[in-house]
């Protein structure tokens, strides 16, 4: 696995699915006239990926998209149906997913490898790469090592390539309940200042009552964490936004 700094990238078609339709997507349409990051993965629903590498390009793509890059590709040896079920799955609003099905574009990068011992056969290694034009600028490989290595190929350390002094968005996280009108007040007023949030729900995805109180220490709803700091209720969310405009 060799850094392809200064190469253009390996010309290929995937096979997307727009719809109930077969579409071809050639490299060309990808990369030419235009400011890529692309990220690649060794799969589709596994842990680190859906967890970590995936979502967190989401949530910084609007910063990129104000650094100059005109999209954000999330690339792995997977069909056409599974990305996007994953991309479904995971909510995207701003990357695009594309299938390397056959591995052809991975093996034209060099990072093709052998995962045979997981059952998943021939797969992407985990790396990142800034593209202009359809020329490799800079590429983040994850080191040689053994299982699955997730230490550069991350949106962060891609964002402080393209700009150190990057204002990255904050990170908020809202515990809620269903028919609750002060958590709809809550999710009202973030949104109406842009903020993205993450929102739990009680009740669901085996989260209680005892959560909520374990976690914040009181037993009403809504709870709002932003970057670690406990805001608390609806009305503190109001205060905390007056106070932080």
């Not at 077969?22 to 060309?28: A, C, G, I, N």
């Not at 390397?100 to 997981?118: Q, R, T």
């Not at 973030?190 to 993450?198: G, I, K, N, P, T």
Request: proline share 6%; hydrophobic share 40%.
């Amino acid at each position: 696995m060799q850094h392809k700094e200064g190469q253009p990238v390996p010309q290929v078609t995937f096979r997307t699915r727009v719809g109930n339709d077969w579409q071809d997507v050639t490299s060309d349409e990808v990369f030419a006239g235009k400011n890529v990051i692309l990220f690649a993965l060794p799969g589709a629903f596994t842990p680190t990926c859906s967890t970590t590498h995936l979502p967190r390009y989401n949530e910084l793509a609007p910063v990129f998209q104000a650094n100059g890059i005109d999209s954000i590709i999330c690339l792995s040896v997977n069909d056409a149906f599974v990305m996007n079920a994953w991309a479904e799955d995971q909510k995207l609003e701003h990357i695009q997913v594309l299938p390397d099905g056959n591995g052809d574009f991975s093996a034209g990068m060099g990072m093709l490898v052998d995962k045979a011992e997981l059952g998943f056969g021939k797969r992407s290694w985990r790396y990142s790469m800034l593209v202009k034009d359809g020329v490799i600028d800079k590429m983040f490989i994850e080191p040689d090592l053994p299982g699955d290595p997730f230490e550069v190929s991350d949106a962060d350390t891609m964002l402080d390539y393209i700009n150190p002094q990057a204002q990255q968005p904050k990170r908020v996280t809202i515990i809620t309940k269903p028919g609750c009108p002060h958590c709809t007040r809550a999710k009202k007023a973030l949104q109406a200042r842009e903020f993205r949030f993450e929102e739990i729900v009680l009740g669901q995805g085996g989260v209680s009552y005892s959560s909520l109180t374990a976690i914040s220490g009181r037993g009403t709803t809504p709870q709002v964490y932003i970057d670690g700091q406990h805001v608390g209720t609806a009305d503190e969310l109001e205060q905390w936004l007056v106070a932080n405009a």
